[in-house]
């Protein structure tokens, strides 16, 4: 196999390295210009992702429900409405949050790939296959 110097690798990795920690090697032996993004925010770490609007919208949508839910003056009928209502902001906070993470880490791997003079060959594992997944959606 030739080793081609013009070519740009962003690696988006994931939780754990997986397969990449062998792939580094041979695509450094192979004169490949290896970049990896920094910073990417992954929840359920905190990271930029946290202080977005949408995120804090949500977190105070869930807080209200489950505060109302939990109101002592209202009817019984009112508290399992709020009870159900807090369940499903619950599970539209996760969506929300997976959402601007992965929002947030694609255009951080467009950032890094402004580094590179040419074309991008862009690998992803884990948590950075759904990052380089969404980058194509841009």
Not at 23 to 34: D, K, N, W, Y
Not at 61 to 82: D, F, K
Not at 83 to 94: D, G, H, P, Q, Y
Not at 122 to 135: D, E, N, R, Y
Request: hydrophobic residues 50%; contains cysteine.
């Amino acid at each position: 196999m030739r080793s081609n110097p013009g070519l740009n690798v962003l690696i988006v990795g994931g939780w754990s390295p997986g397969p990449l920690v062998y792939l580094q090697p041979v695509l450094a032996s192979h004169h490949c210009t290896i970049v990896e993004p920094r910073n990417l925010p992954m929840p359920p770490f905190p990271g930029s992702w946290c202080c977005h609007p949408k995120v804090l919208l949500m977190f105070a949508v869930c807080g209200t429900l489950l505060w109302l839910a939990g109101t002592q003056h209202a009817s019984i009928a009112w508290n399992i409405v709020a009870i159900i209502a807090s369940l499903l902001s619950f599970r539209v906070l996760a969506a929300v949050v997976v959402r601007t993470a992965i929002q947030l880490s694609a255009q951080s791997c467009i950032e890094e790939t402004r580094r590179f003079d040419g074309n991008v060959t862009l690998i992803g594992f884990s948590w950075g296959g759904a990052v380089s997944g969404s980058l194509f959606a841009c």
